[in-house]
């Protein structure tokens, strides 16, 4: 069973362009988690998706950050018009639906993302 | 809100010596722990769990368990290993509300031959 998948794994971008970030979850896992990690820092959430819905995007930018998850395909987190505090690892996490696991969320290796 | 905090690193032990890595935390009602450990230049993997009080994780011999009374979800192995060098991560997650994980900031273990 292939693990959560992302791509690309190192992206750069120079200021002002958009940068686009996918992440395909375990087979039968439908929920999607996006988190980022500054450097030397612990991760923070961004944002919660199902198939299609927005759960919680509490922890996402109001500005230039928009993430989906579309009923095919992968989920995209994309960031407009970056700037170099945009600078970090951006990691995906899925999880299943439901049961005992409900809980439990599996990380991909994450983009690590360099705007100059 | 839920928040975690995690001892400061770097933690620097020698090999077969006694880890211990301390979490404590903050949340309403019942959350789930979690520990997951980041190698050098990759993601997060899961380490180990406890879902309700009492419980005790247990993986790759790295144990934590789960104190209500005092909010802790310390991790512990009796001998590590140079090949433990890595990233640990402490981490909520509240039931019933949101999945989202609230992470620690980390301790950076090192282990020296």
């Known amino acids: 069973n292939a693990g959560v998948m992302q791509n690309p794994r190192h992206l750069v971008r120079r200021r002002g362009q958009e940068a686009r970030l996918r992440c395909s979850p375990m087979k039968g896992h439908s929920h999607v988690y996006w988190y980022r990690q500054l450097p030397e820092e612990g991760l923070k959430f961004m944002v919660y998706?199902?198939?299609?819905?927005?759960?919680?995007e509490s922890g996402m930018p109001k500005e230039r950050f928009s993430a989906e998850f579309p009923k095919e395909g992968p989920s995209i987190l994309r960031i407009q018009q970056v700037v170099r505090g945009d600078s970090a690892a951006y990691f995906c996490?899925?999880?299943?639906?439901?049961?005992?696991?409900?809980?439990?969320?599996?990380f991909g290796p994450g983009t690590r993302l360099t705007v100059t | 809100g839920n928040s975690v905090t995690q001892m400061e690193g770097p933690v620097t032990l020698s090999e077969e010596a006694f880890l211990t890595i301390n979490c404590t935390y903050t949340a309403t009602g019942y959350p789930s722990l979690f520990w997951y450990v980041q190698y050098p230049g990759e993601g997060l993997q899961l380490l180990l769990k406890a879902t309700k009080a009492d419980d005790k994780g247990s993986n790759k011999g790295f144990e934590a368990t789960y104190r209500k009374e005092t909010t802790s979800f310390h991790l512990e192995k009796g001998s590590v290993q140079v090949s433990d060098s890595a990233v640990y991560f402490c981490a909520l997650t509240p039931r019933p509300g949101r999945r989202a994980l609230t992470f620690g900031s980390g301790t950076r273990l090192q282990v020296q031959p």
């Open positions: 998706l199902q198939k299609e819905n927005i759960i919680d």
């Open positions: 996490a899925s999880s299943p639906p439901g049961g005992s696991a409900l809980y439990e969320q599996y």
